[in-house]
């Protein structure tokens, strides 16, 4: 019993200089229950709250950090595993991938408009360097042939010279000029894509393409027919 009583008075004493439950603990063996029923009524001055408020925001933004490191690690091993998976890739299969690219970003005909040409469209610039490898070594389109567009919001204007030189690096200087095309910003909108990373969205062209547009709609019938979703 005195024991416990010298606990309990030691505990109040160390409370009452502004330190927190865990503190105390490390001076003094026992529960944070008993630590509760004996503490409860122990007011702190304002600087000691303030330091206690602290310091828990501290614990928080360790723990943060050590879960967010954890994080990265096994995203980035998940990722080196699975690029690991691809190996090598055949020209068939760089054929079939530039077919799906154009499937989900081309431009299609449509009943409305049979006559319609190759276009491509995306912002991102793996795809961009993907998609232009299979025109040139797949599809045996000529550099003469494509007309390269940029798509991008006017509020950019300030910041054009680097997206030129953005692009530039992306496409190897390949194409003389980039024909630009400012969208205006609706004042309703809300656009997220509007930093310094934001970059617009590259258009290309393909000139007398209706046939070889033709030619990719029969192919990506071919596909769905041949994995027996139709």
Same mark, same amino acid.
């Given at each position: 019993?005195?024991?416990?009583?010298?606990?309990?008075?030691?505990?109040?004493?160390? !409370?009452?200089?502004?330190?927190s439950y865990n503190e105390i603990r490390q001076q003094v063996v026992v529960s944070?229950?008993?630590?509760?029923? $004996?503490?409860?009524?122990?007011?702190?001055?304002?600087?000691? /709250?303030?330091?206690?408020?602290?310091?828990?925001?501290?614990?928080?933004?360790?723990? $943060?950090?050590? $879960?967010?490191?954890?994080?990265?690690?096994?995203?980035?091993?998940?990722? *080196?595993?699975?690029?690991?998976?691809?190996?090598?890739?055949?020209?068939?299969?760089? $054929?079939?991938?530039?077919?799906?690219?154009?499937?989900?970003?081309?431009?299609?005909?449509?009943?409305?408009?049979?006559?319609?040409?190759?276009?491509?469209?995306?912002?991102?610039?793996?795809?961009?360097?993907?998609?232009? !490898?299979?025109?040139?070594?797949?599809?045996?389109?000529?550099?003469?042939?494509?007309?390269?567009?940029?798509?991008?919001?006017?509020?950019?204007?300030?910041?054009?010279?680097?997206?030129?030189?953005?692009?530039?690096?992306?496409?190897?200087?390949?194409?003389?000029?980039? *024909?630009?095309?400012?969208? !205006?910003?609706?004042?309703?909108?809300? *656009?997220?894509?509007?930093?310094?990373?934001?970059?617009?969205?590259?258009?290309?062209?393909? /000139?007398?393409?209706?046939?070889?547009? *033709?030619?990719?709609?029969?192919?990506?019938?071919?596909?769905?027919?041949?994995?027996?979703?139709?």
């Amino acid at each position: 019993m005195i024991a416990k009583t010298y606990e309990r008075e030691k505990a109040i004493e160390l !409370r009452k200089q502004g330190l927190s439950y865990n503190e105390i603990r490390q001076q003094v063996v026992v529960s944070k229950s008993s630590l509760a029923a $004996w503490l409860h009524a122990i007011g702190l001055a304002k600087h000691q /709250r303030q330091r206690l408020t602290e310091k828990k925001k501290l614990s928080l933004q360790r723990g $943060w950090k050590a $879960w967010h490191d954890v994080r990265i690690n096994k995203t980035s091993t998940l990722i *080196r595993e699975a690029k690991n998976e691809i190996g090598s890739i055949s020209s068939r299969e760089l $054929w079939l991938l530039g077919v799906m690219l154009y499937w989900a970003e081309g431009s299609k005909q449509k009943p409305h408009n049979v006559s319609q040409g190759l276009i491509f469209s995306n912002g991102d610039p793996l795809m961009i360097k993907l998609f232009l !490898r299979w025109l040139r070594e797949i599809i045996r389109v000529k550099d003469a042939e494509m007309v390269i567009e940029l798509y991008i919001h006017e509020s950019c204007k300030p910041r054009i010279s680097a997206v030129y030189q953005y692009w530039n690096d992306v496409l190897k200087n390949k194409f003389a000029s980039i *024909r630009t095309y400012y969208k !205006r910003n609706k004042i309703r909108s809300i *656009r997220r894509n509007n930093g310094e990373n934001y970059y617009g969205v590259i258009r290309i062209r393909v /000139r007398k393409s209706t046939d070889l547009n *033709r030619r990719i709609t029969g192919w990506i019938q071919g596909v769905c027919e041949n994995s027996r979703v139709v």
